[in-house]
């Protein structure tokens, strides 16, 4: 049987993804969440919260061999960013208030060394320079957590005829999470690449991951990063 005809599929947990064999460039993309500068480097928005911007600094060198790979191979790349109009407009006063309950009293909209935190244009808001987008990938800017609300994300996967999403960023527990929560909803098959994401603790990672692996995978499956390399060289017939 021709390499072509063979099932596509990556080893995963708790089932083979995707579960129909469908994996190519023409039915899945690479989902890159939220690796700003404001989650991922020193006094951003993230290390303001008081949290270890290490954990995000970690997954670094895996999300960028596999948007290496992933991009040599055809596969579409989709970056999100979260971020809100320098108005504010975006923001609720929910979102205002928790983003200052923390001990610097700090928050979306307020100024740091990277420029207002979580603000559109503003350099904390960016892409961190080692995973810059390049002119074919595509750029969501969202103002909360999924990546379905409030965007086009959807209509340019459906445009594209994508079924299937390879995620990885920040945070697991957070805007992985949603994003891929939301995902499922709407039909679409996901993998979390476990050692391409990361949360603030390693207790928020693990619970993010073993959620997911609910119910035989109620909101897709979980894979590490040499998992989808193997399936990529051997879709390539390198194997």
């Not at 079924?163 to 979390?192: P, Q, W, Y």
Request: proline fraction near 5%.
């Amino acid at each position: 049987m021709g390499r072509h005809s063979r099932s596509k599929q990556l080893d995963a947990s708790l089932y083979n993804w995707p579960h129909d064999g469908s994996m190519s460039p023409k039915t899945t993309a690479l989902v890159i969440i939220d690796m700003q500068r404001d989650f991922c480097e020193e006094e951003g928005y993230f290390d303001c919260q008081g949290y270890d911007i290490r954990v995000a600094q970690g997954i670094m060198p895996f999300l960028h061999i596999i948007l290496e790979h992933t991009r040599a191979a055809g596969y579409p790349v989709f970056f999100t960013r979260e971020g809100h109009r320098p108005n504010l407009s975006t923001l609720s006063s929910r979102e205002k208030f928790r983003s200052k309950n923390n001990p610097h009293r700090l928050g979306i909209g307020d100024t740091g060394p990277l420029g207002r935190f979580l603000i559109r244009g503003e350099p904390g808001h960016d892409i961190i320079p080692e995973l810059q987008p390049d002119s074919d990938d595509v750029v969501i800017d969202k103002p909360g957590k999924g990546a379905f609300a409030h965007t086009d994300f959807e209509h340019l996967l459906r445009l594209r005829g994508i079924k299937n999403l390879i995620l990885g960023g920040v945070t697991t527990d957070v805007c992985v999470s949603t994003t891929m929560r939301e995902a499922n909803d709407r039909g679409f098959d996901c993998v979390v690449l476990e050692d391409a994401t990361a949360a603030a603790t390693p207790e928020l990672q693990g619970y993010a991951l073993e959620s997911i692996k609910m119910e035989g995978g109620i909101f897709g499956a979980v894979a590490t990063c040499s998992s989808l390399m193997k399936a990529l060289y051997q879709h390539e017939g390198r194997s």
